[in-house]
């Protein structure tokens, strides 16, 4: 884990791990304490939480293909907004039909649609320059 490190009013903490259900609660953990830095509301920490938890959840159970691999988390946090971006290194969606959103609701899972509910910007796409996933959602910040 990196960080957190500043710069003008921004927080970044950078946390890698292996793609293994036992370490998503670490994601939450650094979550909680960035979170300590600008307080939220409980709702909105439980809110980002969850989005978090369904962001690795998703790597660690499609990723791989139960290979082994890593998922990164970087979490952003500013005055009015935090940024989780959660990446790993693995197969990929198959974005010619919206990264699989459609397919996953199909198949009983609600992750993506799940983050998107939660979320004020949702993003997924490919790793620029590597093989792998790149899912990143914001959630603006109230004061509270």
């Given at each position: 884990m990196t960080g957190p490190t500043t710069s003008a009013g921004v927080a970044?903490?950078?946390?890698t791990f292996p793609a293994k259900p036992e370490y998503i609660t670490l994601g939450r953990l650094a979550l909680t304490g960035l979170?300590?830095?600008?307080?939220?509301?409980?709702?909105t920490l439980g809110?980002?939480?969850l989005a978090l938890t369904e962001a690795c959840t998703n790597c660690v159970r499609h990723a791989y293909a139960e290979q082994p691999g890593t998922v990164e988390i970087t979490y952003e946090l500013r005055a009015d907004r935090l940024t989780v971006e959660?990446?790993?290194?693995?197969?990929g969606f198959d974005y010619?039909?919206?990264g699989g959103i459609d397919d996953e609701l199909v198949e009983g899972g609600l992750g993506l649609a799940i983050?998107?509910?939660?979320?004020d910007e949702f993003e997924l796409?490919?790793?620029?320059?590597?093989?792998?996933s790149r899912l990143r959602f914001v959630?603006?910040?109230?004061d509270s």
């Amino acid at each position: 884990m990196t960080g957190p490190t500043t710069s003008a009013g921004v927080a970044r903490v950078r946390l890698t791990f292996p793609a293994k259900p036992e370490y998503i609660t670490l994601g939450r953990l650094a979550l909680t304490g960035l979170a300590g830095l600008r307080p939220l509301s409980e709702e909105t920490l439980g809110d980002l939480k969850l989005a978090l938890t369904e962001a690795c959840t998703n790597c660690v159970r499609h990723a791989y293909a139960e290979q082994p691999g890593t998922v990164e988390i970087t979490y952003e946090l500013r005055a009015d907004r935090l940024t989780v971006e959660v990446a790993d290194d693995g197969l990929g969606f198959d974005y010619s039909n919206g990264g699989g959103i459609d397919d996953e609701l199909v198949e009983g899972g609600l992750g993506l649609a799940i983050i998107r509910a939660l979320a004020d910007e949702f993003e997924l796409g490919e790793r620029e320059g590597r093989p792998g996933s790149r899912l990143r959602f914001v959630k603006l910040l109230q004061d509270s």
